[in-house]
């Protein structure tokens, strides 16, 4: 089993930053990405960012949020960070922290096993 918990969302304006981090523990396994999702209301859950547990190096990114946003391990306190920047009124959301089996190469794959509570972030116009 994995546990994640998620903290750091909040209000910020339009253009402002915020880093969410995520926490993680129990059995994360090698072959683990773990990354973010988030979901508008009204919208279906989207992929936002992952990297790859082991590495630490491999990352991807959904167009959306690309040179943006920045996702990060502390393989020291198990947690992955997403800093945001240049944030917008459509990046507002429930970002939810997932951890599962995949791969960023050659076949993109990730299953998304365990799922955090979420934490909203809203950006103001």
């Known amino acids: 089993q994995v546990q994640l918990v998620e903290s750091g969302g909040g209000l910020v304006e339009a253009g402002g930053s915020l880093r969410l981090s995520c926490a993680a523990s129990?059995?994360?396994?090698?072959?683990?990405?773990v990354g973010w999702l988030r979901q508008a209301p009204g919208k279906e859950r989207e992929f936002v960012a992952v990297?790859?547990?082991?590495?630490?190096?491999?990352?991807d990114y959904a167009d959306a949020v690309e040179g943006r946003f920045t996702i990060s391990r502390d393989n020291a306190k198990s947690t992955v960070y997403l800093q945001m920047k240049s944030l917008k009124p459509e990046d507002t959301a429930v970002y939810y922290c997932?951890?599962?089996?995949?791969?960023?190469?050659?076949?993109?794959?990730?299953?998304?096993?365990?799922w955090g509570q979420g934490t909203q972030v809203t950006v103001s116009s």
């Open positions: 990297v790859d547990w082991s590495s630490g190096s491999g990352t």
């Open positions: 997932s951890a599962g089996e995949g791969n960023l190469s050659g076949v993109w794959i990730w299953r998304n096993d365990y």
């Open positions: 129990g059995r994360i396994l090698n072959n683990y990405l």
